[in-house]
């Protein structure tokens, strides 16, 4: 099903015919002809408390059109930062690239929008250092060779990797394991 979604200087116009067409049962599901959805023309738009009633109303916040852009993706080329800003702390993924490999950092930097490169330069890089700083769970479930870890097939089945919190508990049995078999 496909959308005509205007486009107008009063803000309330379009808030107004979205609430009308959520209301009416519409969702994410309708779409402009290259699959632009509600989420994505309020991105471009700079609607934000629209962009928050879509995703109160379950929207999701990832979703693409034909070309692979995001609410993140339209937002930026709407030179949006109040909105990129929001959708980055409700949680979008600027990861993601379309169809050409872009994702929402280059075409920012590509456009020449200086402070949206900087606040996603920034977001990246926060979310790099956070990734860094949490413990990831690759240690084997029994913290012996096994073929999970692609060592050592003959130690008995892996149950893949273990959350790190239980790491130290297992690094103790290890050592336990260890000294049993060398008595």
Not at 59 to 64: E, G, P, T, V
Request: glycine letters at 4%; charged letters at 20%.
């Amino acid at each position: 099903m496909s959308i005509y979604a205007p486009s107008c200087s009063d803000r309330s116009g379009p808030f107004e015919y979205s609430k009308m067409l959520i209301q009416k049962q519409a969702d994410a599901t309708l779409t402009t002809s290259i699959g632009s959805n509600l989420l994505h023309i309020s991105a471009y738009e700079g609607h934000g408390a629209l962009i928050d009633f879509f995703l109160q109303s379950r929207f999701d916040i990832d979703a693409r059109d034909i070309y692979g852009h995001t609410a993140l993706h339209y937002a930026v080329m709407g030179n949006q930062a109040k909105i990129v800003r929001q959708l980055l702390d409700r949680g979008a993924n600027a990861k993601l690239s379309n169809k050409d490999f872009s994702k929402p950092e280059h075409l920012a930097r590509r456009k020449a929008y200086l402070p949206l490169y900087k606040m996603l330069y920034n977001h990246r890089k926060k979310v790099e250092a956070e990734k860094k700083s949490t413990p990831s769970a690759s240690l084997c479930c029994h913290l012996l060779d096994c073929f999970f870890c692609s060592k050592n097939k003959s130690r008995g089945a892996c149950y893949g990797p273990i959350a790190p919190s239980e790491s130290a508990n297992m690094a103790k049995k290890q050592v336990e394991f260890s000294a049993l078999s060398i008595n």
